[in-house]
């Protein structure tokens, strides 16, 4: 069966054209998939495997205590393999055809407090250049909720500071206007004329935000960076760089802003991945009335 997946992954690298990550991630789920088959079905060549093989495999992720968006991807890699082996004539049919996917997990975003958000953004102010370009950096991020890949890909022409917005080119080069505040544009404005010369040093590109060598600031760099802040602000939660988004929009939606004007800035296609937040303001809602209601 090892010489059925390494035809398969060579068809992925061939034939597909897969990047070496994918290609990696498919080999890992199914070499999980082979050892679970061999050492615990006894089964010898994929033509045996049924229907109920694969749930029990499912069943055997789940004990385990795998997420469900892992159960998913295994299931999503099983289904291509056999597709791929039916078309081999290696086997006759496909027993993963009618498996629904699992459930995913209704896990809620993490956020920080406003008192949170409000000490990482004190903890980036520092006289220096690199602290300069900290502070406009994350005032920018908390002001208009962009992803972080969008933060380090951003040009100094996307930057509109005197009229007050930013131009964000978000997943599959869709396009979106968002308002920045006058703090975050204050600080933009420090970072431009006292920072960015300096740190540029003798390199020539337009990426708004650079590194000590001049060269644009990478997403590895902006978590060294986030890091080193949450520690200095003395933060107990898990800070991610997704976490101020999600304080973004919680934020605003908390503070009555329309549901549809949040997804817009937020660039989600489906106003669904947007309601989760609805969610999360409702628990926050149930938190406060739990402490502050004297008959709570």
Known sequence: MKEELKAFIHY??????LAQNSTKAYERDLS??????E????????NDVKKSTILYFLHHLNDQGRASSTMSRMLSSIRTFHQFLIREAVVSHDPSLHIEMPRPD????????TTEVDALLEAAKNPTMLGIRNKAMFELLYATGVRVSELCSMKLSDLHLQMGFIRC???GNKERIIPIGEIASDALGSYLEESRPTLMKKNHHDFLFVNH???????QGFWKVLKQLAKDAKIDKKVTPHTLRHSFATHLLENGADLRAVQEMLG???????QIYTHVTKVRMREVYSKYHPRA
């Open 106 to 113: 209704k896990n809620l975003p993490k956020i920080l407090s």
């Open 32 to 37: 999980t998939y082979i050892s679970y088959l």
């Open 268 to 274: 989600h296609a489906d106003i669904s991945t947007t």
């Open 12 to 17: 992925l690298v061939v034939e597909k054209g």
């Open 39 to 46: 050492n615990v079905e006894n089964v010898k060549a994929f």
């Open 213 to 219: 060598h001049g060269r644009p600031l990478s997403r």
């Open 169 to 171: 080119l978000g997943k």
